[in-house]
């Protein structure tokens, strides 16, 4: 499914009427953000800079130090720092504020009540599932495989993909990459590839990407990781399931910086024969479920009946307010549930 607001004659002109002289624009994103989140922000940061536009990127959270080399990165705003006044400010000054890669308000924490109440035009560009209606301009598709593909092709449908310059086709190449596993699931399609050869062609040089994400690792992280596989990674083969837990004293243990446990569920899928995995963290607050999946068995589906979350299909967030132990608990007692369409799942 999809909606582009670019489909509407009317729409696309209201849109471009709006953008016609220059705003002050805020652009968002979800909590901890990841690589598609903080690319896509930085490369329509971009564009809209060289459209003249005033913009500032707000982050709900932080986000972990493998994206601080994302061109634009050091005037992104943490809502939770010692800013967090200039950001009420420029959200509420605001007159166009996008939301990027998120599908429902309460994915940007504390920063919704001041997107909800502001009076600025909202632009939502996601794929993510069942978005929620709170923009007045949406760019959607759960086909898509990254939100930075949508922002490619927004500025492309908008006829300004002359004003992608290399360091802003850094930033959306490397959600590209990140959101589909270096280009390996099912979401990878003939056209994002046509989309990541023509960020190549502006001067993306990948092996510089790669690099930068994902063999730009502490000593402490591949320590965890090591400790994560050996010693936390449980396998049910009678379930054809996978899924590791993480105490707070084990992230502790191992100096685990925010992101620092990014990318390590899905080890757990690449068992041979298993069809979904899951990995808990203790947070202070909560704890965080990311759950990943092959084939027809929806975590999202899984993700959002069972633990207040959602997401794509293979790939999808929870949470829960209760232990460790009790969140785990809860997690088996519901395998029994699912088990033929686990086993069958081929």
């Known amino acids: 499914m999809q909606e582009f607001f670019t489909d509407s004659v009317q729409k696309l002109q209201d849109f471009n009427l709006l953008l016609a002289s220059p705003?002050?624009?805020?652009?968002?994103?979800?909590?901890?953000?990841?690589?598609?989140?903080?690319?896509?922000?930085?490369?329509?940061?971009?564009?809209?800079?060289?459209?003249?536009?005033?913009?500032?990127?707000?982050?709900?959270?932080?986000?972990?130090?493998?994206?601080?080399?994302?061109?634009?990165?050091?005037?992104?705003?943490?809502?939770?720092?010692e800013k967090q006044e200039t950001a009420k400010a420029l959200i509420a000054a605001a007159e166009v504020i996008f939301c990027l890669d998120f599908s429902a308000m309460g994915r940007i924490k504390a920063m919704e009540e001041y997107v909800r109440s502001a009076s600025a035009k909202k632009v939502l560009i996601d794929h993510h599932q069942q978005p929620e209606n709170f923009a007045d301009f949406i760019f959607w598709s759960e086909k898509a495989a990254a939100t930075?593909?949508?922002?490619?092709?927004?500025?492309?449908?908008?006829?300004?993909?002359?004003?992608?310059?290399?360091?802003?086709?850094?930033?959306l190449y490397a959600g590209l990459v990140t959101d589909t596993g270096s280009f390996r699931f099912d979401s990878t399609t003939k056209d994002l590839h046509r989309v990541a050869g023509e960020l190549i062609e502006i001067g993306v040089r990948t092996n510089d990407i790669h690099r930068k994400i994902f063999d730009n690792n502490s000593l402490e992280r591949i320590q965890f990781l090591g400790f994560?596989?050996?010693e936390k990674l449980v396998?049910?083969?009678?379930?054809?399931?996978?899924?590791?837990?993480?105490?707070?004293?084990?992230?502790?243990?191992?100096?685990?910086?925010?992101?620092?446990?990014?990318?390590?569920?899905?080890?757990?899928l690449s068992i041979k024969d298993v069809q979904m995995t899951a990995m808990f963290v203790e947070?202070?607050?909560?704890?965080?479920?990311?759950?990943?999946?092959?084939?027809?068995?929806?975590?999202?589906?899984?993700?959002?009946?069972?633990?207040?979350?959602?997401?794509?299909?293979?790939a999808a967030g929870g949470r829960s307010h209760e232990s460790l132990s009790k969140t785990l608990e809860k997690f088996l007692l519901l395998l029994p549930l699912h088990k033929t369409q686990l086993l069958n799942n081929s």
């Open 228 to 230: 994560a596989l050996s």
């Open 148 to 171: 930075c593909q949508l922002i490619y092709l927004l500025i492309e449908l908008l006829g300004d993909k002359a004003l992608i310059d290399i360091p802003a086709a850094e930033c």
């Open 235 to 268: 396998h049910l083969p009678e379930y054809r399931v996978s899924y590791m837990s993480i105490s707070k004293e084990e992230l502790a243990r191992f100096g685990s910086k925010n992101g620092d446990t990014e990318g390590i569920v899905n080890y757990g």
């Open 23 to 81: 705003k002050r624009i805020v652009i968002t994103t979800h909590q901890n953000p990841d690589a598609d989140a903080l690319g896509s922000s930085l490369g329509l940061a971009s564009y809209l800079k060289k459209k003249n536009h005033s913009v500032n990127v707000i982050t709900p959270t932080d986000y972990p130090e493998f994206l601080q080399w994302m061109p634009g990165e050091k005037g992104v705003i943490n809502f939770e720092s």
């Open 283 to 314: 947070r202070d607050d909560m704890i965080r479920i990311s759950f990943r999946s092959v084939k027809d068995f929806s975590v999202s589906e899984f993700a959002r009946n069972y633990f207040s979350g959602g997401g794509h299909k293979n």
